[in-house]
């Protein structure tokens, strides 16, 4: 069975085919390719196709497919047992890893998604605080969590609409959306605001609306207006943290959150997020306070020694050094052809993103050209008929992980500089 059957058969079953909306290929006017296996930098699709992967699950996979040290801890845990929902060792261990590196995280609590470990830092803020609102930025995505989704209402900053049907609009009416990059306005929406707000949340780097860089003065402005208006600062890390720096943005930033998300790389490709921060905040969350918030999976101890084993590597073997020097080697041999074509290449460490050239670096969504879907598919469908899979979104960001090798990052960057050329 080939993967446009599958998709078929996918269809009758689940929206759209699939369980995540982006997998969908929406928009590409191809079906999906189905994988059936992956192995360090490597995807093999349902035909037997090989791909070189830049998505790498959308972040998790750190070091590449199946790690064999993540693979042999992975096996072992599960010899020896795979859900307690009780007490156990494992999670102890993680949680004591991190802490032990991360001093603005003193105390934690394991969920199984990034959704949830936003959907709980905000409920602690709101305890925390005694206030309702909430400050997000255009572009940036915190997971499904109802009142998130949402984008800007009228006016340039201010209220915000759902962006999603079956939100209440009481609920979107508690967020505030600001747009990033803009001092000015963001101190008018605190003055406006800052004494409702219970938290701000921000990627320090957003990378879900393409990669928009961000000013190091204006993550600082964001910090500084929160702690004057006694507002929790909120670091989503779902994706920086563990990959930027070991300490994530925050620690290549030199900006201390209140409280910090994370998900992805801290579970080395199995469903863990995190929440956590200063201890007096953290307590409040039960068994210890009042707020609420639990699960039957939270810490599930295979993903537990799958991130503790992914995190150890990453120390031992200065994995951060090493992707950013990958992604700089993979920089160099783009940057010149998307250049003569008019693209920039884009890029933070082993994140990266193109778009058409501008004038001056890309900080907000206003500024992404219109033209960014036509000429990422192009680039998106080519490649993929010659075997390289990127994440199948003109605003989703690539990954780089240490399985990408010199000699695969070569390969990869001469199709592509094909595939640009040709365009
Ligand atoms: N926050 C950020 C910054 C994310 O990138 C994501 C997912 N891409 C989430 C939260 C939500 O995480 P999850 O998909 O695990 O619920």
Known sequence: MNSKEYFERSKKVAPGGVHSPVRS??????????????????LWSVEGKKYIDFCQSFGPLVLGHRDAEVEAEVREMIGTAWSFGACEPYSLELAEWITSRIPWVEKLRFVSSGTEAVMSALRVARAVTGKEKILKFEGCYHGHADSLLVKAGSGLAGIAASSSAGISARMAESTVVCPLDDETLLEEVFTLHGKDLAAVII????????????????LQKVADLAKQHQVL??????????????????????????LVTYGKVIGGGFPVGCYGGKKEYMDLVAPNGPVYQAGTLSANPVGMRAGLRTLQKMEREQGWTQLDKKGEFFEKQLTDAMAEKNLQ??????????HQKTETPLRRVDQIPATQKESFNKVFLQGLERGVYLAPNAYEVGFLSLAHT???LTEAATILTDVIKGL
């Open 203 to 218: 990627e320090p780097l957003p990378a879900n609306y393409g990669l928009l860089i961000q000013r190091k003065e204006f």
């Open 25 to 42: 290929f929406a928009g590409m006017g191809r079906e999906p390719v189905f994988f059936k296996s992956a192995q360090g930098p490597y």
């Open 406 to 408: 010199d000699e695969i």
């Open 345 to 354: 290449f884009i890029r933070q460490g082993s994140l990266f993103w193109f």
């Open 233 to 258: 600062l909120i670091f989503d890390e779902v994706i920086s943290g563990f990959r930027m720096a070991l300490g994530g943005m925050a620690q290549i930033l030199g900006i201390q959150p209140d």
